[in-house]
């Protein structure tokens, strides 16, 4: 019996999570799950799952929790919760599923106490990815991606000695803009980013998605997970989504993942790994097979994806900076204040304001350039919105 902590229960891997382990109890027990602030569901989650605690992060909902519940799981709040959840002592496994930055100090703290990671927060390596790959090697814990994409990637590896690999392919959906042109893409709105057209995500990473952010995030989650350069990572548009990503080997074969746009595939190969299990997940069948399309994306019309090649070479502190422009610039968005369009520029805004770039660097340094990227994006979303 495997027993898991989810950090981020509520939100869509998070639930996707749950559900993988409601259908597997005879092999999973949830020791901990935690959630920003929606109190209501993650009661629900309570009484399906049985954990030893809970976590809301926002006090005001934890304490409305607390006014209902009065069973046996213990209710936790504020950011303090989160490190507890992630090191509770008969955890195992610690799901992280944590939107952005905010996964980074958990993540951590996990690591730190001898927890394996199904890593769902691609912003923690996205940021401290030296730091974190260092801290996994010196505590000899297991760091398994959930990222369909690089799950498919560690999937195909499984097939292949590490010195035969040659390149990884990235396969990305293009989100719901892919075909508009500059001047289309300069009247998106909001309402039109949240529809993605093959997964069903939460809010940011779908908007990231149609930008193409995503996928530059993934790309340097990609170098630190499996240690190849960036030049041998290369993005792919897929708008089927079957094939979740790919690999190629020294003599040219390719070996390709594929499977439905469907989460929980790639959740339940991090927690079951090395073994397969059986689900009830929609599966391919050939005889219904659409045709698969392949094409390069265009970095000129999406420029947040070169940006994130560019400052994945940069190294240092570069990737945690655009990681911080683009949330804050996201956040912008859906807040109305600033175009689609402004989205990528203030990322590029922010980068090229930034000089520092050590080679070695602390999680104190990190923290400070993802301080300084926030206060001086929202300097420039204010003299966009006049606000």
């Not at 505590?139 to 690999?165: G, M, N, T």
């Amino acid at each position: 019996m495997q027993t898991i902590a989810i950090l981020g229960s509520t939100g869509s891997i998070g639930t996707q999570t749950c559900d993988v382990i409601f259908h597997h109890q005879d092999l999973f027990k949830v020791s901990a799950l935690a959630a920003l602030k929606n109190d209501e569901l993650l009661e629900k989650q309570i009484r399906l799952l049985q954990p030893r605690m809970a976590v809301l992060v926002d006090e005001q909902a934890a304490r409305r929790l607390r006014r209902r519940y009065s069973g046996p799981t213990k209710i936790l709040s504020g950011p303090e919760g989160l490190i507890v959840a992630a090191t509770e002592g008969e955890t195992q496994t610690v799901v992280t599923s944590l939107v952005g930055f905010a996964g980074l100090r958990p993540t951590i703290a996990a690591i730190r106490a001898g927890k394996n990671i199904a890593l769902a927060n691609k912003e923690t390596l996205v940021a401290a990815g030296e730091i974190v790959t260092k801290l996994v090697a010196q505590y000899h814990v297991r760091l398994l991606p959930v990222d369909s994409e690089h799950s498919a990637i560690f999937q195909c590896l499984q097939a292949i000695q590490r010195p035969e690999l040659h390149k990884l392919y990235l396969t990305a959906s293009g989100g719901p803009f892919r075909d508009l042109t500059a001047q289309e893409l300069s009247q998106v709105t909001l309402e039109q980013c949240l529809k993605h057209p093959t997964w069903s995500m939460g809010p940011k990473i779908t908007i990231d998605s149609s930008t193409l952010a995503n996928k530059g995030l993934e790309v340097i989650e990609a170098h630190y997970l499996f240690d190849v350069s960036y030049e041998n990572i290369t993005v792919v548009i897929h708008p089927q989504s079957i094939v979740h990503s790919m690999i190629q080997t020294v003599d040219g074969s390719v070996i390709a993942q594929l499977g439905q746009p469907d989460m929980r595939l790639p959740i339940q190969y991090a927690l079951s790994y090395p073994a397969r299990l059986a689900g009830s997940y929609p599966v391919l069948d050939f005889k219904d097979m659409m045709s698969l399309s392949f094409s390069a994306p265009d970095m000129v019309r999406f420029p947040a994806l070169k940006l994130a090649y560019d400052v994945g070479k940069l190294g240092g502190t570069f990737p945690c900076v655009y990681n911080a422009a683009n949330e804050t610039a996201v956040t912008a968005f859906m807040h109305q204040q600033i175009s689609y369009q402004d989205i990528a520029c203030i990322i590029e805004q922010v980068v090229r304001k930034h000089t520092y770039a050590a080679d070695s660097l602390s999680i104190d340094e990190i923290f400070a350039a993802d301080e300084w990227a926030r206060i001086f994006a929202a300097e420039r979303i204010s003299l966009i919105s006049g606000k």
